[in-house]
């Protein structure tokens, strides 16, 4: 559990790195963002057959960190639409 916390920690700030402009999301938001990042590879990496869902493995890793990047994204958009 303490591992899969701090694979979401990274995979989070990765994703913030890799999400252009400044976000403005704390680091519980990072967290949460890059476990549901981390689900979703490790899911899509179950199917394709390379692990199970927590297991690490660089499919489930690339697909957790390009998820992440796209739920950066979308909580960046929301929380702009929600400001306005």
Same mark, same amino acid.
């Given at each position: ?5 701090i694979? +979401?920690?990274?995979?989070?700030a ?9 976000q403005?999301?704390?680091?519980l ?17 179950? #199917?394709? +057959? ?21 739920? #950066? ?12």
């Open positions: 559990m303490v591992g899969f916390i694979a +979401g920690l990274v995979i989070g990765l994703a913030r790195l890799f999400t252009p402009g400044k403005k999301l704390g680091l938001a990072t967290l949460l963002l890059g476990l549901a990042g981390s689900v979703i590879g490790g899911t899509i990496a179950a #199917v394709l +057959g390379t692990g199970g869902i927590f297991d690490l493995n660089l499919i489930g890793f690339v697909v957790a960190v390009i998820s992440s990047v796209m739920l #950066v994204g979308t909580a960046e958009s929301l929380a702009a639409k929600n400001k306005n």
